[in-house]
Structures are given as C-alpha cells and as structure tokens.
C-alpha cells in the first residue's frame, strides 16, 4: 500500500500563471520523486502602477513517500 504526503507550493513567473505552476512544479521535482497530483489552488499577481509584474499560482503537490 502507498502512501502519499501532500503539500502546497507557490510559484511564480514573469510570464503567466501556466509558466508559474510550471516553475513551482520544476522547483519541486529538485528535491521530491514520485510526484503524482498537482492541482491549481489559486491564481494571484503582484501589481505596480496599474501593470502585473509577477503572476503566481499556488499549486498543490501529491507525491509517495518511500
């Protein structure tokens, strides 16, 4: 029986939310094996002067545990 350990990631990109989940993804994978599930949690942005100039995406990882 498998056992999976869950946990929630920002990630952020000067591009795009996608590009966002994709960086939070890539940062995770660095460190973690097995990773099976990621879901969108919530899309956010950091704005100046009426103009976004960070887009991130809080994901949520699902990954076995040895």
């Known amino acids: 029986m498998a056992v999976s350990k869950v946990i929630d990631l920002i990630g952020s990109s000067s591009v795009g939310w996608e590009d966002a989940a994709r960086n939070a993804l890539a940062g995770a994978s660095k460190s973690l094996h097995g ?3 990621l879901e969108i949690i919530q899309y956010t942005a950091r704005v100046m ?3 976004i100039i960070e887009y991130r995406a809080l994901v ?3 990954f076995v545990v040895d």
């Open 35 to 37: 990773i099976s599930d």
């Open 49 to 51: 002067e009426n103009e």
């Open 60 to 62: 949520r990882l699902a």
